[in-house]
Each structure stands twice: as C-alpha cells, then as structure tokens.
DNA sequence: TCCCAATTATGATATTGGTCATATTAGGTT
DNA sequence: AACCTAATATGACCAATATCATAATTGGGA
C-alpha cells in the first residue's frame, strides 16, 4: 500500500496543497477499501465518517426522487475526492454514492480531514475551489434541465463523457454507462433515452456496440445542444 | 454609513468569522452602493472585482438559455453574499443578478476578500460551509427539475419562498414575484405557471391579491409536492 | 455452447406542457 | 378620473415525453 505522500493520484485533487508532514499524517490513518461495481459507497442520510479519495474506478452520484427514481448529480472518477460536501457542512449525505466499475478508494477520517481544513488555510482554499467548480456546474445542469429538451441534454451528456473522461482505443466512451444511468443522468424515461439513442444512430451521430456507445461525429452532436 | 465592525448584518453572513482588525480593514475599502428595482447588478460573463454583501433588499440570480428564456437559480436576500463563486474561483459570473427589490449592499474589493480567505481559516471555512450548503440546494434543484411535474415544482416554490423569505402581515409570501420570475424559478412557460396557480386557487390551495399569493392550505400544498 | 435473465429496443397511446391567440385586469401616469 | 400599457389569465391546439406493452438482443453463468 503507497503512501500518501508519494501517491499521484492527489495531484488531482485538493490533498496535492497539504504539506508533506499532513500528508503523513494522513496516511497512517486512512485504510484502502476495495469496491466492486454496483456496490453502494454510501447512501442517502447515512452519516459520513470521512472522505475518500478515488484511486481507481469511477462511481455515480445520485439522489432518490419521491416518484421512486434515481437522479444522478455527478459522475465520480479516479483523482477525485467524495464526500466532502457532507463533512464540510456536518450534516448527513444527501446523495447515494454507487460504484460503476470495480474501484479503489481511500478512506480518511473526517477528524483529519477537519483538523486540516481549520489549519492550512491553503487546503481549505482548494476544497473551496473544487466546490465552487462544483456549485458552477450544479448551476448549469439547473438550466439544462429547466430549458432543454431530453434530445438536446442527452446529446449534451454524451458530449461531457467524451469530453470530460475520454474515450478506449476503439472510439467507445471509456465510462460505459448502463441506458438507465444515462437516462438518470439526463433526466427522463429510459424508453425515451433509447429512442433519442436510437435516432441519434439514424442520423449517423453516433453509434452503438452493445451497451458502448461511439461518438461519430462529434460537430454533429453539438449541433443538437 | 455604518462600519462593518458594528454592522448587525455581517450576523447572517460569512463575514461574522472575520476579527475586529480585519472588519475594520475591509470597512475601510467597502462601497455602500443603492440599487434600484430591476437594475442588473452584475451580468453573465462579467468579471467582479468583489463580492457584495446585501444590507437591504433582494435579488434573483439567473442565467440566461440557450433557448432565450431565463433561468432563476437563486434568490439572494437581506444578509446573504453575493458574487463569491466567481471570486474563489477566480472566474467571470457564469450567472446574471437582478434586484427584484431597491437595495443596499455593500461592495468589499476582491483583494480583501481574497486576502481574508488565505490568512483566515475560519473564516474561509464558513464560506466553504455557505458554499456548501448552496451545493446541497443546488442539487436538490436538479433532482426536481428533472423528477417533479411542473404543478409539484410550482407548489414547492412556494412552499420554499414561504418557509424561507416569511410573510407579510396579511399573509401574502414577502418577496413578491411575477408570474414571470415565479415561471422562470420552476423552469416553465409563463402560461403554464398561470395555469398551475389558477388551479391552485381553486382547489383553495393558496389565493392571490394582484401578483400577491397568499397560502391559505400549506399542509394541502405540501401533499402536492 | 446453450440458455436465461436482464437489458435494449420499438410500437401504441396517454399525458404533460409549450405555443399562439386573445381576453381581462391591475397599477401607474397624465 | 380616465387612460394606457404591462401583466395576468384563459382557450385551443400541437409537440414532447411518459407510460404500458411487447419484442429483440446481449452477455454472463451452468
């Protein structure tokens, strides 16, 4: 098990700002977790004991609408942190956290974490940053949901993953994602995510292998947005 | 003018963590600014040189469509910050803020707030806390955007804006929206807000004075959502 | 390799909500 | 007080999307 100190991963997140005696720290008391896809990480009003730092793998974020379906909000991957919002605001979780792939996380207590945040103004302002980028995004999606259509967010969806967490050497997403989940991303049924899929494939935008998906043509998509 | 070391507002606020010595640094350097109903305090894409603290009055935040049509995510009052977003993470306003009230806030310049977030933990901490919180609302936003009927959407508005903001003494929400605004909240056609609240009227859920809404069933009201 | 359950796909129909047209009303101005 | 404009309200219709039913396909396990 590597230690924190010399783990890249926190190169992409707000860990890269503590000092190399914090990340020491840290490291002693975090433990490594192995998830299997699927698994739930955390769940809606559970109360979190820490943050954890993705290794490897990537998960959903969502939340549970009182019609009985599930919302996704975020789209987790390697480098970033999850859970911050909720130790932060002290409160427990408002989203479920669920594995799409085997993962690999650290899990760091909140003591620490809390301990950091109230003396290295330098981390805090970071955990900032990223939460603000967060909040911004958050924002956007609001305005999609509200003013776009199910064609045009889905298109946009697909725009994201590609852009956002590349694509395999065969031109397929590299994050493959179940019909529902896109659905649940994009915020609708899932017969009618499959149908914009299916007419997306019709006019030759993208195309299909299974559940992967294959962004053809790239300016086309965009369009529709 | 008051000064910010004795300014009961800064209660409400972030600005509560900052010390004597540093409120009196920023009153210093603050400028008391009067804006009236309608007026635009900053715009989408424009670079705030600080943040605003709001000492009378309220004000929408919205962004604007790609489809033309306005998008309200957030209503910003008496005691509230406006513009850190952009500020921490050192970008132009991704959103457009529009009294909807004569107002009076204050205007701290970016590099004392800047100054304040690096030196002071505390005090960065509570706005990663308010940030935090707005995250949470936020995506609360995107779950019934994209799960609630626009009737269930409406009557949670309201619910909010009444739990929130209070009431007058005859009842009537205190922020007094247009159909348009209130439309533009919920992420619907003028007509269909229109339609929702004469219909609501007539299941005796709520009752309107003008462009005042008054709730006369909130239990009802609440069984909507 | 075959089979089965889960997922993907498509059709038919119902419902919601958007758009356009047109009244009606409120509130400010002269 | 009368008027005028903007806001509110309502009707008719249409497009987008949800729902229910059912078929086709896929991929993992025996």
Known sequence: M??????IIKQFNALKSLSKDELVRISNCRT??????GEVIFEEGEILNGIYC?????????KLSSNGKDQIVKIVVKGDLLGQRSM??????????????????CFIPKSEIIFDLQK???FSFDVLKEMAKDLREADNIIVNMAQKSVR?????TLIY?????GTN???TLSVLLSREDLANIVGTAIESAIRVISQFKKENLISTKGKHIKIDDLIGLSRVV
Do not use: Y
């Not at 490594?32 to 896809?37: F, H």
């Not at 932060?88 to 996380?105: G, I």
């Open 2 to 7: 590597s230690k924190c100190e010399q783990c």
């Open 32 to 37: 490594s977790i192995t998830i299997k896809k």
């Open 54 to 62: 993705v290794r490897e793998g990537i998960c959903k974020l969502s």
């Open 88 to 105: 932060v605001s002290d409160e427990v979780s408002n989203l479920q956290a669920t594995a799409l792939n085997d993962m690999e996380v």
């Open 120 to 122: 290295n103004p330098k």
């Open 152 to 156: 045009q967010r889905l298109a946009e």
């Open 161 to 165: 993953i590609h852009n956002s967490f």
């Open 169 to 171: 050497p065969d031109g």
